[in-house]
């Protein structure tokens, strides 16, 4: 698209160059402007009020990977589906079918995932 | 335009050093996201957008948080690395690998069809968007290889339940009609 006269990246990069700017301006402003008056109270870790007896980075359950790693396979289910919609018209019977096919074996593990309970959160 | 090539492809090499020199491991993963979103934007300057979109919608959505799931469960703190010999090791093992992936990349792509210098060159007629090119090609010549890539993606599903979850637990759902005829004195 860059190659071409009609420079249609151009709003993504206004938008882009405008964005870091009030990112930057913000941070500077509220650096240089506001009154930083730090001490020992307001530096500390505050956690209801005592000492914080316990690291912030704990190990936690498993399937909050589970549900990550079911997210992906969906993701780039749908990620299959742009160009064969896209291209819907010029697309041979088999094509056509090959998507039924496609979303069929994932619904299989839809509903192997569903009859298992790994989407449910006892 | 060559600027903007140079520009983002320094940067990416920037970025990736950066994900092995920094010391904070989180602080390596936004690295990581950031040399994804040069990568994508790289596929971006080349024309191929859908293939760029779909990497920031795949990498930086989804596997990035993948990334971030296993350090937080890693439970480093700061790994302190002191050892010589493994970061020789490891240098050998990177220069093998980049050998390897200069090597096949320069066969595959000997040839640039931007570079012919005739007037009727590749891009005057190509209308074509990335994405309908690559749905026509995808599901009229190749339907095989993605069968098998929706196979895949099914043992890949099955393969990261059958690993994470427990099984043997009981699962504590309620049984609304034992529920609902409690008696309560």
Known sequence: MFLTDSNEFLKVGIFFIVTVIIALLIISLSLRVGAGTPDTEKLSAYECGFDPYEDARNHFDVRFYLVAMLFIVFDLEAIFFFPWCASFSYLSPEGFFSMIDFTIELLIGYIYAWMVGALEWS | ?185
């Open chain 2, 1 to 185: 335009m060559e600027f903007l090539y140079f520009y983002f492809s320094f940067s990416l090499i920037f970025l990736c050093s950066l994900v092995f020199l920094v010391d904070n491991p989180v602080h390596s993963v936004l690295c990581l996201i950031l040399a994804f979103l040069n990568a994508a934007i790289i596929l971006l300057l080349l024309e191929v957008d859908f293939l760029g979109i779909a990497f920031m919608v795949i990498y930086v959505g989804a596997i990035a948080i993948l990334f971030l799931f296993c350090v937080m469960m890693l439970n480093i703190k700061r790994y302190i690395f002191d050892e010589k010999g493994s970061y020789l090791i490891s240098s050998l093992l990177g220069f093998i690998f980049f050998l390897e992936t200069f090597i096949a990349v320069f066969k595959v792509f000997s040839y640039f069809p931007e570079d012919d210098d005739s007037e009727f060159s590749f891009f005057t007629f190509d209308s074509l968007d990335d994405i309908n090119t690559m749905g026509q090609i995808l599901y009229n010549y190749y339907v095989s290889c993605f069968l098998i890539s929706g196979l895949v993606l099914l043992v890949a599903m099955i393969g990261s339940i059958v690993l994470t979850l427990n099984f043997t637990s009981r699962r504590k759902s309620e049984l609304i009609y034992r529920q609902l005829a409690r008696f309560v004195k």
